[in-house]
């Protein structure tokens, strides 16, 4: 699945994100980097129907977002929050369920196929173990990885993200940035998520969008656009990035007063 997005602008009272010019083409990973405030989130909600642009265009394979019907475009984009408290003590396996949601009918009953999405879903991640345990009883690296089981149940082409490791221990951020890398490597899922480390950008074949309050957006690959000085005018801190040779990585660092 292909999106565009054309010189779009959007927020709620008045824009808070302006001109975002982008195509994100089928099996590609983006990264939305920039620092609190500069309107990440109210760019997701645009461009998942959430809100109405206020000016521009966001296209998926050529058809304006509000020409989609909202359960054929639930079939196409999956959403994975940043975090989510049900409202009852649902089973893992129960949340994972939820996304079968838009391929079933109005009776809701579970098909065979949906219980081998469910399965095959908890199976990818590694978490069948956690199917009958209580979503509100686990760790927050578990439920981030319930969520991201549910978007997988969803069998859709693009998985939206927001900060997929936001409040998660180390462990748990390398758990589900793994599994974020496998879904584009091995499945060709395009994935857009939001976060707020410039490491994000160094991820393989990763490309980034900088939303900048003050200056012009930059996108590209991630190798090319995190750069020290990018980084610098978008956060305001001194930092060096590292490239680790033996394993090659690169990592950015902040050199605090």
């Given amino acids: 699945m292909r999106m565009e997005i054309q010189d779009l602008s959007c927020g709620y009272q008045g824009a808070v994100v302006r001109n975002v010019t982008l195509n994100v083409d089928a099996g590609e990973l983006w990264c939305v980097l920039g620092p609190n405030g500069v309107g990440k989130t109210t760019l997701f909600k645009t461009f998942l129907g959430l809100l109405k642009p206020l000016g521009g265009r966001v296209l998926f394979d050529g058809k304006d977002l509000h020409r989609w019907r909202h359960k054929e475009l639930a079939k196409r984009i999956a959403y994975v929050p940043q975090s989510h408290e049900p409202p009852f003590p649902f089973l893992v396996e129960e949340v994972v369920a939820m996304g079968r949601n838009p391929h079933q009918s109005l009776i809701g009953r579970m098909r065979a196929e949906d219980r081998a999405a469910v399965d095959g879903a908890l199976s990818l991640l590694g978490i069948g173990h956690l199917r009958g345990a209580r979503y509100t009883r686990i760790s927050g690296g578990e439920r981030q990885l319930t969520l991201l089981a549910r978007a997988i149940a969803q069998e859709t082409a693009m998985l939206v993200l927001d900060e997929p490791t936001a409040n998660l221990d180390f462990g748990n951020q390398a758990r589900v940035l ?80």
Avoid: W
Wanted: with cysteine; proline share 8%.
């Fill in 178 to 257: 793994t599994s974020i890398c496998a879904l584009a490597r091995d499945l060709k899922k395009t994935l857009v998520m939001t976060t707020h480390v410039p490491d994000h950008g160094f991820l393989p074949d990763c490309k980034v969008i900088m939303l900048s309050k003050d200056g012009p957006h930059r996108a590209g690959p991630g190798q090319e656009v995190v750069t020290e000085e990018a980084i610098r005018n978008l956060y305001h801190i001194e930092n060096r990035i590292i490239h680790v040779k033996e394993y090659g990585k690169r990592t950015c660092i902040p050199l605090y007063p």
